[in-house]
T-cell receptor
Framework: GENVEQHPSTLSVQEGDSAVIKCTYSDSASNYFPWYKQELGKRPQLIIDIRSNVGEKKDQRIAVTLNKTAKHFSLHITETQPEDSAVYFCAAIYGGATNKLIFGTGTLLAVQP | KAGVTQTPRYLIKTRGQQVTLSCSPI?????VSWYQQTPGQGLQFLFEYFSETQRNKGNFPGRFSGRQFSNSRSEMNVSTLELGDSALYLC???????????FGQGTRLTVV
């Protein structure tokens, strides 16, 4: 079925530490994997995405890795800051030529100053 | 460039009533998707419209429906409201397939 599993559900780190969030998808045809950050009371906003023809992508302190064989992808945040505190969602596109996003259940990241 | 606009921002309805939510996508975007967000179920896909045609539908009852107009604006309708329909309804627009989805601020629906 269409499923994206996300772990952990909550993550608390000290400022300056790294944070890693992991997701697993079920449809081998999925080829687009975005990550969204949602602050309290605000809309989800894309922070980084990766396509299936790429194994890793980096944007400053944020990186995403993709293992197509294992159907795993992960978000890595280095040198965390209090403003990184939010809920992070991974997602996968299901259904080929579409924009149907199946989301993971979210990770509440708390960065302690 | 204006972002995705959803109206209204907040709604309170009574069980059994129906409601219509509106979404105006980013100019030039032809794909509009709708999602339901609840604390217990997270973000769940409702449906996607592209060029006035429903391209995908999620696992929701027939009380949930939508449409898209020629200017790409979209509406979703929920009939015979139930308490469990209380949620944040988000719409997102995309330029083409498999690209960034830009979300609106959502409509917070409360059913009493």
């Amino acid at each position: 079925g269409e499923n994206v599993e996300q772990h952990p559900s909550t993550l608390s780190v000290q400022e300056g530490d790294s944070a890693v969030i992991k997701c697993t998808y079920s449809d081998s045809a999925s080829n687009y994997f975005p990550w969204y950050k949602q602050e309290l009371g605000k809309r989800p906003q894309l922070i980084i995405d990766i396509r299936s023809n790429v194994g890793e992508k980096k944007d400053q302190r944020i990186a995403v890795t993709l293992n197509k064989t294992a159907k795993h992808f992960s978000l890595h945040i280095t040198e965390t800051q209090p403003e990184d505190s939010a809920v992070y969602f991974c997602a996968a596109i299901y259904g080929g030529a579409t924009n149907k996003l199946i989301f993971g259940t979210g990770t509440l990241l708390a960065v302690q100053p | 460039k204006a972002g995705v606009t959803q109206t209204p921002r907040y709604l309170i309805k009574t069980r059994g009533q129906q409601v219509t939510l509106s979404c105006s996508p980013i100019s030039g975007h032809r794909s509009v998707s709708w999602y339901q967000q609840t604390p217990g179920q997270g973000l769940q896909f409702l449906f996607e419209y592209f060029s006035e045609t429903q391209r995908n539908k999620g696992n929701f009852p027939g009380r949930f429906s939508g449409r898209q107009f020629s200017n790409s604006r979209s509406e979703m309708n929920v009939s015979t409201l139930e308490l469990g329909d209380s949620a944040l309804y988000l719409c997102a627009s995309s330029l083409v397939e498999n690209t960034e989805a830009f979300f609106g601020q959502g409509t917070r629906l409360t059913v009493v």
